[in-house]
């Protein structure tokens, strides 16, 4: 599975939207973006994921660039409950997922 | 739904002494990982597992640690003669299906031992 960069921190006001960069430039053409977050020392929990289009759902959405070699997390109004771990993701046909060190996102009020 | 059950979510064992944390998947999901999450650090993947069968298990230590799902029953991730070192965060998850990436890993509360 290819490799993910993340920035290892960001902040992000209370009720703004928080932007989150991924870099995959190796990813391959049946890699999926995954996009998990851990709240303290909480069980991973799924946010999203993509394969070429971009992706929304209740919690986030996902943006990935036309060549798949990046992609960008968007939580519209972030509120300090999504201070947390978040981890980018490029899986394919193996099965598991490879954690990297994510970027940790302080919501400040 | 039930979600991914894990048990114990605490447990303190004594060095020499033998872990075993269970992992039941959600309803309808054949697979199980198991991650370790060491304090301050970040997910580790150890082993991946369908029913009766280890897929992957290239995280795993070489010694002491096994794992299994069997037929029936949760999954059994087993550490035997504990040491302070496998004290630890150790997490499970599951998907309907394994080697597809469009499916999706729920992953449970966590058990969390430490070795006295």
């Known amino acids: 599975d290819a490799k993910t960069t993340q920035p290892p921190s960001m902040d992000c006001a209370e009720g703004r939207a928080a932007n989150l960069p991924c870099n995959h430039s190796t990813i391959s053409g049946n890699e999926y973006v995954y996009w998990y977050r851990q709240i303290h020392s909480q069980g991973p929990q799924y946010i999203i994921h993509?394969?070429?289009n971009n992706e929304t759902n209740e919690m986030a959405s996902l943006i990935i660039t036309e060549d798949r070699k990046s992609s960008t997390l968007i939580l519209p109004h972030a509120t300090l409950r999504d201070t947390a771990v978040y981890y980018c993701?490029?899986?394919?046909?193996?099965?598991?997922?490879?954690f990297g060190q994510g970027t940790t996102l302080q919501v400040k009020p | 739904n039930a979600g991914v059950m894990q048990n114990p979510r605490h447990l303190v064992r004594r060095r020499g002494q033998e872990a075993r944390l269970r992992c039941s998947p959600m309803k309808g999901h054949s697979h199980v990982y198991w991650y370790r999450q060491l304090p301050e650090e970040g997910l580790k993947f150890m082993v991946y597992l369908q029913k009766e069968n280890i897929i992957d298990e290239s995280g795993m230590p070489k010694e002491r640690f096994s794992a299994e799902f069997p037929k029936e029953g949760p999954s059994i991730l087993r550490i035997q003669q504990v040491v302070r070192g496998d004290s630890a965060a150790y997490f499970c998850?599951?998907?309907?299906?394994?080697?597809?990436?469009?499916?999706?890993?729920?992953f449970g509360a966590g058990s969390r031992l430490t070795v006295l």
């Open positions: 993701i490029a899986r394919g046909n193996t099965g598991k997922l490879i």
């Open positions: 998850a599951s998907s309907p299906t394994g080697l597809s990436g469009a499916n999706v890993l729920t």
């Open positions: 993509g394969l070429k």
